[in-house]
């Protein structure tokens, strides 16, 4: 595929791109503009169309205009390849000839869905019935209605089947859209139908509500999974919510499609849900590229309270803030509260509250701490997930150290000596001893744009390798005015701070290792690394 990037790369201006998302002005031969992610008063957000590429100071990202798409849609690298393969007029299947045929099918099952989607919007539109229970009973507007494409599939088992077949569709085609049953006919039948769109919008499958409940029948059917249909990836309302995201920077995760669709219409725009399957690093990473303000309105019963425990000890590796939106005002749900009164369901979404604050209350009345054994299972839940906070973060681990002690009635130092076995920690994943990607340094970036460009030497640290056309964008920026000298006492500085970091790094790394052999058991391993950590803490 180097050969198309390299095609869209040359039909699309890099500051056009960017363009449609920020407003750009002319500064010599680079544009620059407010940052998308951060909250700079002045512009910080360079692009350079002589290089093709971008760089925000503020946040310490850049690339090229894939990159950038990937950063603001939120969405994989392929996506954004297809995006602007489209805006380019670039065919991607005349570049691959093992993909062509995948591609060619894959469009066909994409034809195959936005037909499906525009049939059933026409057989809504057609029976006074369904209508009235979409528009009266489910309370839907219009403007809801077309935004989120809902429609109806006819009762009857072969209607949809057999238009798409007149439209020159075959059995394997809708087969492999995820349209018919194991006989052959519709899946959906008798169903209010909601299309399931990727993050640009592409229907890629549908859930069917249930109109006329019989014991029979389940509530909800959503497509099986397919070459474009995945679970453990899609995000309903991605694509409806993702400039809501953008604008305001937080993310409510609610836990049904009815409760995404009632939330838009009441105001609350950056609603989505994970429907059918719990929240996955796939779904986290997502969300992690467009805003670290991740708010659950999960139920407070024990499955709400799993689901919690999993989103918590995922987050942790992508720097994300969870908290909780639980403020439902008796109903049981976004939707019944929505219906109950709009302005309650904006209200709770800005009364969330941190997830490991409201877990930590749930174990209390879950577990009753008069007895031991409720204070064991308290102790041991409190531990297990307080030891997932990064152990950098020392402010925060002690804060929810000192809540949970207190409600134990013990002391700090007590509670922090508390062990949590192994067997007690069979709900968690083996976490393998690797070391973790470093975040990327802005110190070591600005360090290596010094040195590669402004060839400034430097013997005490080894930089890493960056792209030299950012390089010289960050060089250009900061750097172009300052003279030989000031650039050597500016790469001292840089190199004192990488180094400090590479150290702060090296210790979190040694410590999560000492954590692990002393839950193992293994001292002679245990007393190794706290020699190694006790040397770096000596170089401090």
Not at 125 to 143: D, E, G, I, P, S
Not at 255 to 283: F, K, L, P, R
């Amino acid at each position: 595929m180097e050969d198309a990037k390299e095609e869209i790369r040359a039909r699309l201006a890099v500051e056009d791109v960017v363009g449609q998302y920020i407003e750009l002005k002319r500064a010599g031969r680079n544009f620059k503009g407010h940052s998308p992610w951060g909250t700079d008063r002045t512009p910080s957000f360079m692009v350079s169309p002589d290089k093709g590429i971008w760089h925000d100071f503020s946040s310490n990202k850049g690339g090229d205009i894939f990159t950038f798409v990937m950063e603001m849609e939120g969405c994989t690298f392929r996506e954004a390849l297809e995006k602007l393969a489209r805006q380019a007029g670039v065919e991607l299947k005349r570049y691959s000839s093992d993909d062509k045929k995948q591609a060619e099918r894959k469009q066909r099952i994409r034809d195959c869905l936005e037909l499906a989607t525009k049939y059933f919007q026409f057989c809504l539109t057609k029976n006074k019935a369904v209508m009235k229970y979409v528009f009266y009973k489910r309370n839907l507007n219009k403007k809801t209605v077309e935004n989120f494409r809902i429609g109806y599939a006819p009762k009857s088992g072969w209607a949809l089947v057999n238009f798409l077949k007149k439209r020159g569709f075959t059995e394997q085609e809708m087969e492999e859209a995820g349209l018919v049953n194991r006989f052959g006919g519709d899946l959906f039948k008798g169903r209010m139908t909601v299309p399931l769109m990727d993050v640009s919008g592409n229907v890629i499958g549908f859930t069917g509500r249930i109109i006329e409940q019989d014991d029979n029948s389940p509530k909800y059917l959503n497509t099986p999974e397919t070459i474009l249909y995945n679970k453990g990836r899609h995000i309903f309302g991605l694509s409806q919510a993702r400039d809501a995201i953008r604008r305001s920077d937080f993310v409510v995760v609610v836990e049904g499609n009815m409760d995404v669709i009632s939330s838009h219409q009441a105001g609350v725009c950056q609603a989505v849900a994970t429907a059918g399957t719990a929240m996955t690093e796939m779904h986290l990473k997502s969300f992690a590229r467009m805003t670290k303000d991740i708010r659950l309105a999960y139920d407070g019963d024990e499955a709400g309270v799993r689901a919690a425990e999993r989103a918590i000890s995922m987050a942790s590796k992508f720097g994300i803030y969870l908290s909780v939106i639980d403020d439902y005002h008796g109903c049981k749900d976004a939707d019944e509260l929505i219906q109950k009164d709009p302005k309650l369901w904006q209200e709770a979404v800005q009364k969330y509250r941190p997830a490991l604050e409201w877990l930590l209350e749930k174990y209390e009345t879950k577990y009753d701490l008069r007895t031991e054994k409720g204070f064991q299972e308290y102790a041991t839940e409190a531990k297990r997930l307080i030891d997932e906070i990064d152990p950098a973060d020392t402010v925060l681990r002690e804060k929810y150290e000192r809540m949970a002690a207190e409600r134990l009635g013990i002391s700090l130092e007590a509670f922090r000596a508390k062990k949590v076995q192994a067997a007690e920690k069979k709900k968690l994943k083996k976490k393998n001893i690797q070391k973790s990607a470093k975040a990327e340094s802005r110190a070591e970036k600005n360090l290596a744009a010094i040195v590669k460009v402004g060839k400034i030497n430097v013997d005490d640290v080894e930089v890493g390798s960056y792209n030299l056309d950012e390089l010289e964008l960050i060089f250009e920026e900061q750097y172009s005015k300052f003279a030989k000298d000031e650039l050597e006492k500016e790469a001292q500085n840089l190199v004192k701070r990488v180094k400090e970091e590479r150290l702060a790094e090296e210790r979190r790394d040694l410590e999560e290792q000492i954590r692990v052999a002393e839950e193992n058991g293994d001292e002679a391993l245990e007393n190794e690394l706290l020699q190694k950590l006790s040397k770096i803490l000596r170089k401090k």
